[in-house]
Every structure is written in C-alpha cells, then in structure tokens.
C-alpha cells in the first residue's frame, strides 16, 4: 500500500475569525449608508433652494424633529465604524512592522469612539435656544 | 497568370523583448535588457524567449514544461499583465512597441524569470486539496453530472500562480492565501463525495483567509484556464456565512 505522507498543518498564524463579521459589517452598513448619505446630501444640498438654505434655524429645525435626530444618529455610527474599520483595512495592508501596525490600529479606533461619543452627545442634548446671541431669532425660544 | 490560390506564406516580423534581469551572483540589482527576435505569426512569447536562450544569450534563465498550456510552469507578467508565455501569441499583442516581460510579483525572483514558489505550494497545501472521505468504497464514489457540474470550474486548475500573483492583497505581505489556494478549496468543498468542507472553511475563515479578499477581479482577468476565480472566493465566503456548502 502506498502511504501518501501526510500534509503539514495549516499555517500557525493566529486565526481571527471575527473578520466574517467586519466582512458583513462593511456590506449591511453600506447599504443602509447609501440611502442616508445620499438622502442627506440631497435634502440639506439641492432641495428647498441648496446650499442657502443651510442656517442655524434649518439644523435646529430638523433636530427638532426625532426622525433626523435617528437619522443623522445612525449616519454616525454607521459611517464612523464603517470608516474605520475600513481603514484598518488599509493599514493591514501596508503595514509591515506589528508595532506600527498596533499603534495606527489603537489610534484609529481611538478616534471613531471619541468622534462617536462627541456626535451622539451633540444630537441628543442638542439645545436651540441655550447660546441667546443666535437663538433669540428662532421662534422657538420666544 | 494563373488562378491557383497560393496559401500566404507565415509573415515575419521583427519584434523587441524588454526582459526583466536578475541574478544574485552578479550583485547587480534587478534591471531591463532588450533583445531583437525574428519572431513568425505563429511564435508565442515562449518561442522567443527560446530565440533569445538558444541564439543570443544563454544564461537568460526560466521555467517551462509541457508549452502547451498544460503544465503552468511558465507563467510571467507579459506587457503588465500575467499570462503563460506559452499560450500568449506574439502578433495578439501590439508589436509596434517592444514587449515587456518580467516575473510574476509578489513572490521572491530567484534568477531572471524564476520566483520561489513555496510560499505559493504552502498555501496550496493548507487547504487540504485531497479527498477527505471516512468510507472504503468497493467501486468508484457515484456521483450524478449535476453534482459534478458544481463544481466543474475550479477543476481546470494548473496551479500557474497567474491569479494568486496578479492579487494587489497578496503583493501587500504575501501572507493571503491567494485566489489558489481558495480555487483548489473550492473544488473540495463543493464536491458531493468530500467530508472535509468543515474543515477547510474553517481553515479560510482566517485572518489571512476569503475575507481579505477585496474583489478586485484581477485573478479572473488573469488566469490562462479562465477560471471565474473571484466568483468561487465569493461562492467559499459565502458558504463559510452559511456554516456550509
Ligand atoms: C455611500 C455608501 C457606502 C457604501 C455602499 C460603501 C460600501 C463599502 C464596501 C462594500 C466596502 C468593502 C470593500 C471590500 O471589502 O472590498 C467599503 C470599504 C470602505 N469604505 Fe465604504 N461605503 C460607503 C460609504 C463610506 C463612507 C461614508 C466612508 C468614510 C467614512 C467609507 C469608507 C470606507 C473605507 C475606508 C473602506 C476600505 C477600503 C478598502 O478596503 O480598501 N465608506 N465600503
Ligand atoms: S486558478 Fe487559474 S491562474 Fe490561478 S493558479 Fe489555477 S490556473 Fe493558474
Ligand atoms: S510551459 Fe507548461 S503551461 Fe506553459
């Protein structure tokens, strides 16, 4: 009987295997990112007159509404950790040193919380009316 | 005159090759050399190459076997892009200008056009490409065309290295295992007489497995057997989602 001399073990590198979920992150949310970019670009960009319209009024008057406050919310999850994740791709990529690697990785991460955690503060304790040199003009702080 | 129809004579042409140098010996870093070749309509790169080893210079060194497409000794990055030498014909590629042919990246060149090719069997080797079955048939392992259908393409492998050097992700640290290696997973995992499926998504669920993939296409755009290399990594990531084949 010939014995065919078994094959060696897979490479010993250290298996990860939450990449699946980075993999299907990047997909789910930008699907979702599509919708809410482009509806946001066009809604504060083209429509009712573009770019003019953009005032401190106009933000304040659509976080007066729960649904952009949703909306612009999921925006910056989305984006931010779908941004970052992808750029830890990126830095996989190029790379070659496991410090640098680590050092760019942590940063990165680093950043998205904080930017994450500034944005969400911003929409849900978001005040029209708490700086009265802007906001004495809005009706809403009469 | 008379009317017989003369069969054209093979036309002639008078091409330049841009080849890609190197050799450890001569500390000399890696550099072009050109060389001027009588080539006919019917040469391939291959037979030039031959002209240029045989009559011009014979330390130009590479790898070839079967020069008929079979082997996949001879794959180089011809004009940029990765094809056999032996099955690319000279007058297919414009020979107005010179041709360039140099080794295919992503793996160490060795002398001129000759890389190492372990990491390449390496990762091969991973994937387990052999039957796993715990049964001893008697007879062969029936299996309907339907089921073999399924997994017809990633059997036309040559193991060239054409795809897995053409990868932009396996040029960043070669530590990917490659369109390949995923091609010759492929054609186990979908295979109905296979036990080992588990194991080998297992195995390309890995930091450096499918999911580094980024679906450039440049593997199916490269390989001489036309292979839809990326559509079988899509259809391996797609079954380590399911858990299954
Ligand atoms: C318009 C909606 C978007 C869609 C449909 C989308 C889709 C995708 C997909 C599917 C990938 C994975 C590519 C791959 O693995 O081959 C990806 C990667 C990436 N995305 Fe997005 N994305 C969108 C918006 C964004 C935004 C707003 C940012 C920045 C904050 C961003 C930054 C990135 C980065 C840095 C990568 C990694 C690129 C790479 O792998 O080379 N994307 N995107
Ligand atoms: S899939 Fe095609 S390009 Fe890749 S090694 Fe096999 S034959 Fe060569
Ligand atoms: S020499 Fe065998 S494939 Fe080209």
């Known amino acids: 009987m010939v014995v065919i001399e078994t094959p060696r073990s897979p490479r010993s590198r250290k298996a990860a295997k939450f990449e699946r979920w980075g993999w299907l992150y990047m997909r789910i949310s930008g ?5 809410l970019i482009f509806g946001h670009l066009i809604i504060n960009l083209v429509m009712n007159g573009g770019i003019t319209q953009i005032s401190f009024a106009f933000v304040a ?10 909306w612009d919310g999921l925006m910056l999850w989305l984006a931010l950790i779908h941004g970052t994740n992808g750029m830890r791709t990126i830095v996989n ?22 930017l994450i955690v500034l944005g ?19 009706s809403v702080c009469k | 005159m008379s009317d017989v129809k003369v069969i054209d004579e093979i036309p002639t042409y008078q091409v330049t090759l841009f080849v890609r140098r190197f ?3 001569d500390g000399l870093e890696a550099r072009w050399e050109d060389f001027d070749v009588t080539v006919h309509g019917t040469d391939r790169v291959l037979d030039a190459l031959h002209k240029i080893k045989w009559e011009q210079d014979g330390s130009l060194t590479f790898r070839r ?14 004009n940029g892009r990765n094809r056999l030498a032996c099955k690319t014909l000279i007058k297919d590629l414009d020979m107005t200008k010179p041709i360039y042919v140099e080794p295919i990246k992503g793996l160490t060149v060795e002398k001129d056009l000759v890389v190492d090719m372990n ?14 079955a715990s049964d001893k048939p008697e007879k062969e392992r029936i299996q309907s065309p339907e089921d073999r259908e399924r997994f017809e393409d990633t059997t036309k ?26 091609v010759n997973a492929h054609r186990f995992i979908f295979d109905s007489r296979d036990e080992g499926a588990e194991v080998r998504l297992d195995i390309l669920n890995d930091k450096e497995g499918v999911w580094r993939c980024r679906t450039t296409f440049n593997c199916t755009e490269a390989c001489p057997r036309g292979i839809e290399v990326t559509k079988a990594i899509a259809e391996v990531k797609q079954a380590i989602l399911r858990g299954k084949p």
């Open chain 1, 93 to 114: 990529d190029y790379t070659e040193r496991e410090t640098l690697r680590k050092v760019l990785n942590y940063t990165l991460w680093v950043v998205c919380v904080s």
């Open chain 2, 119 to 132: 990491p390449f069997y390496e990762a091969y080797r991973a994937v387990k490409p052999f039957l796993i």
């Open chain 2, 23 to 25: 050799n450890q010996e």
């Open chain 2, 65 to 78: 076997s079967c020069a008929h497409g079979v082997c996949g000794s001879d794959a180089m990055r011809i």
């Open chain 2, 157 to 182: 492998c040559i193991l060239c290295a054409a795809c897995t050097s053409s990868c932009p992700v396996f040029w960043t640290d070669g530590q990917y295992f490659g369109p390949a290696a995923i």
């Open chain 1, 61 to 70: 008057g659509k976080w007066a509404d729960p649904f952009w406050k949703i």
């Open chain 1, 120 to 138: 969400t503060l911003v929409i849900t304790t978001f005040d029209p009316c708490v700086d009265s040199s802007v906001s004495h003009t809005l």
């Open chain 1, 31 to 35: 699907m979702f990112l599509l919708v």
